[in-house]
């Protein structure tokens, strides 16, 4: 069965420092594995995605994730949290010849000043 | 590009009318996506369309919701009759699909919903 499961429902960091949020992934192929950010009020954002090429893959607003296949995990990082931040992250994944997206519950980053 | 496009952003109805959400995709892209999103069941998939054709219509909730893809550019999801539980946002997505499933959805705006 193909699933993702974000580790963590809320992560709270002070400005400036490391951003972690966890995800992981089961399935019998090769996923992608994307992350998409939703700030309040707004729709979906594409952040970053892993489609099968470098492991690490670079994002957006300093945001980067690394696909360890060993530990069936996608977690994104940014090295220092700004304010702008806050807002709520979805690992999703898709899977061969599937159009559709599975999501994650997702993650609240709360940044304090 | 002007993205995903949505209307109306909010809706407010009472219960028991119908209410129609429409969504213009992106501009040479051939799948497109019906999202629900509230606090408790957080976002849940209704239904897909590649090229105009409905695929997956399992997560509608049931015979109240209907949703039509008359042409590349242009969908509506429609309500009938509304009830309170059908109140959240609705976001409707597109994407490029290829045979790979490499292909990222980029998200409308939304459509809040409330339904009193």
């Known amino acids: 069965a193909q699933s993702v499961t974000q580790l963590d429902s809320h992560v709270s960091v002070s400005e400036g420092t490391p951003v972690l949020l966890r995800c992981n992934y089961s399935?019998?192929?090769?996923?992608?594995l994307f992350w998409y950010v939703q700030h309040p009020n707004k729709g979906l954002q594409l952040l970053l995605k892993y489609t099968s090429a470098a492991t690490l893959v670079k994002g957006i607003n300093g945001f980067e994730a690394e696909f360890k296949k060993s530990e069936t995990s996608f977690h994104l990082t940014k090295p220092s949290a700004h304010m702008s931040d806050a807002a709520e992250y979805f690992c999703v994944v898709s899977f061969p010849g599937a159009n559709n997206l599975f999501f994650g519950t997702g993650t609240r980053l709360t940044v304090i000043p | 590009d002007a993205g995903v496009i949505q209307s109306p952003r909010h809706e407010v109805t009472e219960m028991g009318q119908e209410v129609t959400l429409r969504c213009k995709p992106i501009s040479g892209h051939n799948s497109l996506f019906w999202y629900r999103q509230t606090m408790m069941r957080g976002l849940e998939l209704l239904i897909y369309f590649n090229n105009n054709v409905p695929i997956d219509d399992s997560g509608m909730p049931e015979d109240r919701f209907s949703a039509k893809m008359p042409n590349a550019s242009f969908s509506t999801l429609k309500i009938q009759p509304s009830e309170p539980r059908d109140s959240a946002v609705y976001f409707c997505?597109?994407?490029?699909?290829?045979?790979?499933?490499?292909?990222?959805?980029?998200f409308g705006p939304g459509t809040r919903l409330t339904v009193t």
């Open positions: 997505a597109s994407s490029l699909a290829t045979t790979t499933g490499e292909s990222e959805q980029y």
């Open positions: 399935s019998s192929y090769s996923p992608s």
